[in-house]
């Protein structure tokens, strides 16, 4: 992937915008932002079932005799642990332990494949092949693959029409391959919303748009609403999963970040781990925290973290949770003030709101299975 | 796009409703849908000054922030207080139950620098 002066259209397009879709350019790709409405959306993803085009994201598939040792030498968390038809979340890192990308891990039977953010595709790729070993092969299927997200409780009622599939037998993180309305599809029971719920992908333009349209018609029953990029925003922050180039980026490494569950320094060698080591040893200058603000605000990134007069970090994501209900964010502070409890004030465009410091996640009674 | 005849507009997307000296205003249907649903209002008190151009509250939607401009010189006689409990309104019924305040206008004339609703139109056509 190069430099693209158009902004790419996902198969989905045409549907979005017959659905009165607002679009924004989202790092290359024409994107639903939102539909009905951001909160509404959200609402009834917790509620209900909503539907999502995230074909933008990226997919590389590893194939070859080495790919177990290339795969586990390349990210954080333990691939020896993944079982066939498992899916894993894990960091990318550099040498330094910065994250290149957060991504989930499929082990299929002959080959593994890496779901990255489209904002990261080039550079992941660059950095993957920059490192092959021995007999490993990289395909990158980013432009083949479409993937529609099935969010909400009810998602399982929403697909169960259309998929031969026992669904009831995939676990969370766990996959099969199938069909879905006919059309070959990997059917995941992941999402990034705290919601039970799945995410079908689908090598094949018009097969994607196929799934749509069934799901469209299937999920009527149980009230399915297209959703966009801005419901999908909330309902992860609500639930404190973090976003690559908001709360995570090349200067911050899993540890500070909440993702040392990730981190599996006993498993030998791999990219990060020295300085993570290094970091681990020394003890951690900050960490990535939940502020949970009192009044009314609505916290954006870069707003200013203090304590007392003086700047102590930045807000990194931030939101009125719908869910929730109060204003919400992300943000780097020392690790002195990142205990439960601790006072901070977030400066919201020159007004100084308390905040205080809470577990992760902000919203606990999703249906996520 | 719903906009109606009997208003005047600002650049920044106001609209204002002549009742002699009195202005009330709000945002207009086009601005509340760029800026999606709306969390909360910052709007200023009763016996405020307003000076034409200069911020006068803000309005927090999900996806931005956004200021508000007095769009004539005033002091402000009235303040919607439903409008800061249900800041949705203002994405349901702009012109009507989401109006923000009223400005008790020190200079009438000003209402002929606004734009009518035919000059807004082909204001925000121009952008799009």
Redesign the interface.
Known sequence: MTDRSEPVRTPLFDRHTALGAKMVDFHGFQMPVQYSGIQDEHRKVRTGVGMFDISHMGEFEIWGQDAFEYVQRMVTNDAGQLKIFQVQYTGLCYEHGGLVDDLTLYRFPDHYLMVVNASNIPKDLDWLEQHVAGDVEIRNRSEEFSLIALQGPKSEAALRSLTSSDLERIAFYWFVPGEVAGVPAVISRTGYTGEDGFEIYIDDPQGAVTVWDALMEAGESVGIVPVGLGARDSLRLEVGYNLYGNDIWEETTPLEARMAWVVKLEKGDFLGREAMMKQKEEGLSRRLVGLELRGQAFPRPGYPVLRGDAEIGQVTSGTVGPSVGVPIAMAYVPTELAGKGSELIVDCRGREVEATVVGLPFYTRGSRK | MNIPQDLVYSKEHEWCRVDGDVVVIGITDFAQGEL??V??L?LPEVGDTATTGEEFG?I?A??A?AELFAPVNGEVTEVNADVIDSPETV?EDPYGNGWMIKISMSDPAELDDLMDASGYEAMIGEGE
């Open positions: 999606g649903d969390v909360f910052e803000t927090e999900v996806k922030v994405n």
